[in-house]
């Protein structure tokens, strides 16, 4: 896999990760380790426990292997597909957010993709027929983007489409609400992404 402007990084396919315990703790709870709020979250909240997510980790910030997630859209789309490089440098770990460009590809010339609006963020996850390479299943495609969400939205139709989301991918209904409240409550607290956020296991 080529990927425009990280030929010095060992970027690898990441799609077959989304479908193991452990992957939605790893990936969600980075986006609340940002210190604003009293209490932390908890990895069972998002589907297995916390075993299972340090294993993921291994295989997510590995600095030989840098995970990447298609979240493609066909020709002619009104909304551009993104791509989610895991960039795992020793010294500088980031999660970046690519345009998607032609085919399976992504490209760097329009930089990082810093936001997505509410509109923006389900016309790409829900993209009927989404091209082969990459990620299928439309809550996968969500949860996958989710830490972009900027701007305004309606709270409770995205609480809701976050419930949804998170069940459909394994998480405990028992504490779902709870977990949906947490990544809202965050995403409220901030204006823009910060794509420099680091291990969730590693209290970054």
């Given amino acids: 896999m080529l990927i425009e402007g990280y030929g010095h990084g060992p970027v690898v396919a990441g799609e077959p990760l989304v479908g193991r315990r452990g992957f939605w703790a ?4 980075a ?3 940002d210190g604003t709020c009293a209490g932390r979250a908890d990895p ?3 589907g297995g426990d916390g075993g299972d997510a340090d294993a993921l980790a291994e295989a997510l910030f590995d600095p030989e292997q840098w995970p990447v ?8 789309h009104p909304v551009p597909g993104v791509v989610v490089v895991y960039r795992n440098l020793v010294d500088e770990f980031g999660v970046d957010y690519l345009p998607g460009g032609p085919g399976a590809g992504a490209g760097l010339s329009s930089g ?4 997505l609006s509410w509109r ?4 790409v996850a829900d993209c009927p027929e ?3 390479d990459g990620v299928q299943d439309v809550s996968g495609r969500f949860l996958l983007l989710l830490p972009l969400l900027s701007g305004e939205w309606p709270d409770e139709v995205v609480r809701e489409r976050i419930v949804a989301a998170l069940v459909a991918v394994g998480a405990p209904e028992g504490t779902v609400g709870r977990a949906a409240g947490h990544l809202l409550g965050h995403l409220e607290r901030r204006a823009l992404h910060d794509s420099g956020w680091g291990s969730p296991l590693s209290g970054g």
């Fill in 26 to 29: 790893n990936h969600l709870l």
């Fill in 31 to 33: 986006m609340c380790g």
């Fill in 44 to 46: 069972e909240w998002f």
């Fill in 69 to 76: 997630f298609r979240v493609l859209v066909p020709d002619g």
């Fill in 112 to 115: 990082l993709v810093s936001g």
């Fill in 120 to 123: 923006e963020l389900t016309r």
């Fill in 130 to 132: 989404p091209p082969a």
